[in-house]
């Protein structure tokens, strides 16, 4: 195919503290990549302006044509609306802002826009480490923990756009999470707690990679607080299973470097307390590491904007023919 006719899908992860920018072709294979620092003191559209930045020097050199762009974004979002509807203290202007309408007036295309755990887990599933599974639980282990729930080959985000959230739910000790509540998931398993945990039993204040440091050199309470982080894990899996009879969590986010710490902890204690069904739950790390909000932002945009796409890949990867009888073709995730 002539490059200059390709068709051609942005991706943008908007994060606290980075923006990322994928652009992907058909296949959502990643063609180009580039990251910026988020503006986030300076409002929603300076948010929106450094991506649209970011993206105009990708689609500069990266022949093709736009066809859709996704937006993943942390905080609670309105993806039918495509405006974010609650963020955390650290965006200003961010609250009730307009994100696909913005980026649909500068580019002239469609725009969609998703939670970013939501996105993660749909990029895992198109083309990372879970590819065409259709019932499989997310979890991003970053400053905090955020779930996302894939069931019967389609995103469930339920009625409030909140299901999956195993961050989020008591029955983990008693200790006060971020959101206010207590012994929540997010207070033994994310990179703030892991870090926090530590200076608990020793008095030294570590990061959750500092933390893993240690561990990898036999202290003792390093490795105490990632057990305690894998066994937190173990059980909202192992919760999860009960609700809905996931057959894989996929785990990702900067804590899941870790991996080899996470892993046995998290193994150990679902030999111990396996799924009510008797089946196992596969345990697999995301693959796509930094890219994966951003490409599950772009399949969205794909998923949307192409007539007849089958609403997500096969187990063997694998798309089905086109055909107006695909299921599920526009609304997931919605
Ligand atoms: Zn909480």
Do not use: K
């Not at 990708?58 to 937006?71: E, F, H, N, Q, S």
């Not at 609306?81 to 309408?101: C, E, N, Q, Y």
């Not at 796509?288 to 932002?297: P, Y």
């Amino acid at each position: 195919m002539n490059e200059s006719n390709r068709t051609l899908f942005a991706g943008v992860d908007i994060g606290g503290t980075t923006t990322q920018v994928v652009l992907c072709d058909d296949e959502l294979t990643v063609l180009d990549r580039a990251g910026t620092t988020t503006p986030a003191a300076s409002g929603g559209q300076a948010m929106i302006n450094a991506a649209l930045g970011v993206l105009a020097q990708l689609l500069r050199r990266t022949p093709g044509r736009l066809a859709g762009a996704g937006v993943g974004a942390a905080g609670v979002v309105d993806s039918a609306a495509g405006r974010i509807l609650v963020a955390s203290d650290s965006f200003r202007g961010w609250s009730g802002f307009p994100v696909t309408a913005t980026v649909e007036d500068a580019l002239g295309v469609p725009a969609f826009l998703d939670n970013d755990v939501n996105a993660f887990l749909r990029g895992e599933v198109s083309s990372g480490a879970v590819r065409g599974e259709p019932d499989v639980l997310g979890i991003a282990l970053g400053t905090g923990v955020g779930g996302a729930l894939w069931a019967g080959g389609r995103l469930f985000a339920g009625p409030h756009g909140a299901a999956g959230e195993i961050g989020h739910i008591p029955g983990f000790g008693d200790l006060a999470c971020t959101c206010g509540g207590r012994g929540h998931l997010e207070t033994l398993a994310s990179g703030r707690s892991i870090g926090a945990r530590y200076t608990d039993r020793t008095g030294r204040r570590l990061t959750a990679r500092e933390v893993a440091d240690a561990a990898a050199h036999g202290d003792e309470d390093a490795l105490a607080v990632y057990r305690d982080a894998g066994a937190g894990l173990a059980r909202a899996v192992v919760m999860t299973a009960g609700v809905v009879d996931i057959t894989t969590v996929v785990i990702g986010g900067g804590v899941s470097r870790a991996w080899h710490l996470l892993e046995p902890a998290i193994r150990a204690r679902l030999t111990e307390e396996p799924p009510v069904s008797g089946h196992p739950v596969r345990l697999v790390r995301a693959r796509l590491g930094a890219d994966a909000v951003a490409v599950g932002a772009a399949t969205r945009a794909r998923l949307e904007t192409t007539p007849g796409v089958r609403a997500e890949p096969t187990p063997e990867g694998r798309r089905g023919p086109s055909g107006p009888e695909r299921p599920h073709r526009v609304g997931i995730g919605s």
